[in-house]
């Protein structure tokens, strides 16, 4: 299984959990936007063939859009069922300006039905990119910042995403370095609420045959949100590596260690440094047989915790934006920095800094995929009296590709908590069945050529 295999797999099964900040916009745009989209014509040309005999620069325009639908239900021991509703979509449009330069547009709404958030529809990428080469491109402009095995920073593609106005610029040699910079500011509709700015570098370079090695800086002064505990005066330096390192045919282990620094200012302008440690790694066999190909996938994954948040250096390690599929996925466990729940007298209780053990099996043709997952939690730090093992989880996902352009995902996800945790998860989801529907068209609606010099 390549690289990022596994969390493609896992970003198309990922189950809503955020909490978004409400607006009231109409999804009248996106929609018509969208229908005009399905109706067109699967490939539309208009184009003058004697232009393009005679040469000059290429020009393009292209539609193109992504809709998602997610028909949920979560159950809890004990407790209702509550069905729900995930909606998603982005219409875009792409234009070539000339060969080396090209815009790029996209709208999003999106509404996830839990009671709590309404629709909202906005800009989530505008942007240019010019590349004169192969070897350096430079993007401006509202856009999303992903990058190596999303571990440390991702999309968050399964819910609204995630888009920053920034600058990107990579370079590539011709022996496979690479190296991208990026500075950017959150958008803070589309992250969670989070404020502030992410900027750094990625290098990587191939290792002999089918291996590689990336290293990371990413600096995150993003306060206020999801994920940042810290509040808004706060800078978290995350430094890692990641490496593929083949191990015979079909077989690989990745390995990922990250260290975070930076500080964070609490009250009376104390500033308290942070010194934590996360990163996972994975083991993957793949091979074909009958028609389908077949992977198993065992993974280890670790963060740092912080048994006295109150005193001393912050060592709790956290994501600034993942879609790492290694928390599972009913979402009780957001990502590797813990779980928090209140107790009967409404005391809030928190375990810190996760161990989470994965085993994984997928099977695909082209037409048809499963995957099942078991995922075992622990905690680093905990309070008095309470085990470390967490609990259990179990996913299973089927999957139909109906085309390249509709794909249909069904699912049933169970946390199993042990019995004194179960005591405080009453109220929270233990259970979820899904349906999900994508479908994303890309239409070709005109090419030319400009006027030759």
Known sequence: MSKNSHRQVRRRHRIGRRSRCPATAPFSLVSALLLALLVAPTHCVWADDDRKEEGGQTLGFSLGTELLVRAENRSAEGGPQEPGFTFRVRPSVALELTPELQVRLTVQGYQAHDHVQEPRVGLYEMFAQWQPDHMFSLAVGRQELAFGSAFLLGAD????????????ASLRGSQGLG???????????????????LWGLWGEAPVGEGGAV????????????????????????????WAKIPWGPGRSLEIEPVWQTGHKVVGGGIRRPIRAYGGHAD???SWSGGGAERSLFFSLAWASGDGQPQTGPFTEFHHPNTDTPLVGDSNLVGDLSGISWKQEDGQSVRTSGLTVLTAGFTTATSQLSFTAHA???????????W?????????LSLSLHVSQEV??????????????LARYLARAQRRYLFAQLVVSPQRLIWQGRSSSD
């Open 375 to 385: 995922h075992l939690f622990r905690a680093d730090s905990v309070p008095p009296g």
């Open 179 to 197: 190296l991208t910079l990026f500075a950017g500011r959150y958008v803070r509709r589309w992250s969670g609420g989070m404020a502030g700015t």
């Open 157 to 168: 593609s399964f819910f609204d995403g995630s888009s920053f106005d920034a600058v990107r």
């Open 387 to 395: 085990a470390h093992t967490l609990g259990l989880e179990a996913d």
């Open 407 to 420: 794909s249909l995902v069904v699912g049933v996800n169970g946390f199993s908590p042990t019995p004194r």
């Open 283 to 285: 083991v993957t066999w």
């Open 214 to 241: 990336e290293a990371f800086f990413v600096r995150d002064t993003g306060g206020e949100g999801l994920r940042h505990r810290g509040g808004a005066h706060e800078q978290t330096d995350s430094w890692g590596l």
